[in-house]
């Protein structure tokens, strides 16, 4: 029987042999785990490119879609705008053969300027009622005088507060000894109350003038409003309205003529189904208005433009209920 022994020189090249060749296998696994990160790398980046170009495709899709569909509503709106407007001139243009058909047969169009003297009372209260109105001031002027009159009366509360204050320092100064720290500050507190008090004096005087206009045209607008309120006339309108929304209602359902004035304007011939109730409200307005001022205007329904005041303002309101009818 034979035995080896081995000597601790044998024992370390057999480590470092080991350990060389751990080393070896460590640096080819690190090379091929970085190999392997690296094409996972390329992978994953060539997948992002890929997804990338394929978002940036169905956002011009999107994009395009949306821009199409923006196009076709656009188009529509125009298409079906362009419709009810041929429709309108369509609609128009029958009514208008069949009015000038029904005035060769005599027909006449129906007179809504008229008064019958059951209702020329009614008529000359509401024109009172209206006349006392045109007096009274607009809501923005009213409202100007207001800050006139407040900005004054702010004015002196403040004058007021100056001539106290400088009132106090003069008596403090009367007892104060001469040249001492209260006579001092007494001193300039006087000066530059007495500075402000002047100054809130002549900004007074300045004003007094607007403040004595606004004054009288509130004092007249509130008596203007409650000879308003308690007219006649207020109420006269209400019966009036009724009468005319009365007469109206009687020219459609009889098939009348209606005359030039009424027909060029947004109302036209005739009221569409859809819009009967508005129409006759607008149309009530519009004949109101001309009953109530006296237009005679053949072809202007509402007749000049008024220079201002109220009259201005329910022109203008009666101008917008015509525009909206026709929107």
């Given amino acids: 029987m034979s035995s080896s022994t081995e000597t601790p020189t044998d024992l370390a090249r057999v480590a470092e042999a080991l350990r060389n060749e751990f080393r070896r296998k460590l640096n080819t696994l690190r090379l091929q785990l970085g190999e392997d990160l690296r094409e996972v790398a ?8 890929h997804l990338t170009l394929r978002l940036d495709e169905t956002g011009e899709r999107v994009t395009t879609l949306a821009q199409a569909q923006d196009e076709l509503r656009r188009q529509t709106e125009i298409e079906l705008r362009a419709a009810r407007q041929a429709n309108a001139r369509l609609t128009g243009e029958i009514q208008l053969i069949e009015g000038r058909l029904r005035l060769e047969h005599g027909v006449r169009p129906v007179d809504l300027d008229a008064v019958p003297p059951e209702l020329a009372g009614l008529v000359a209260q509401v024109r009172e009622a209206e006349e006392i109105r045109s007096g009274m001031l607009d809501d923005r002027t009213r409202a100007d005088h207001h800050a006139v009159l407040d900005a004054y009366a702010e004015l002196r509360r403040l004058s007021a507060e100056s001539r106290s204050r400088a009132l106090d320092a003069s008596a403090v100064l009367a ?13 300039g507190s006087y000066r530059h109350h007495w500075q402000r008090l002047c100054a809130q004096n002549a900004e007074l005087a300045a004003v007094r003038d607007d403040v004595a206009v606004a004054e009288r045209d509130l004092e007249r607008d509130l008596r203007r409003q409650e000879e308003f309120r308690t007219h006649r006339g207020s109420a006269a309108v209400e019966q009036l309205t009724a009468h005319l929304r009365s007469r109206i209602d009687a020219a459609v359902e009889s098939h009348a003529l209606f005359p030039p004035w009424f027909t060029i304007t947004e ?5 569409s189904a859809a819009l009967a109730g508005v129409w006759r409200d607008v149309a009530t307005r519009v004949v109101l208005y001309r009953i109530t001022y006296g237009v005679t205007d053949g072809v202007s329904a509402l007749g000049e433009p008024p220079g201002g005041g109220h009259r201005a303002q329910r022109y203008a309101e009666v101008r917008a209920a015509l525009a909206e009818l026709a929107a």
């Fill in 175 to 187: 007892r104060a000894k001469v040249g001492g720290r209260d006579f001092r500050k007494a001193a």
């Fill in 42 to 49: 390329r992978t994953a980046e060539e997948r992002s490119r």
């Fill in 267 to 271: 109302l036209g011939h005739r009221p």
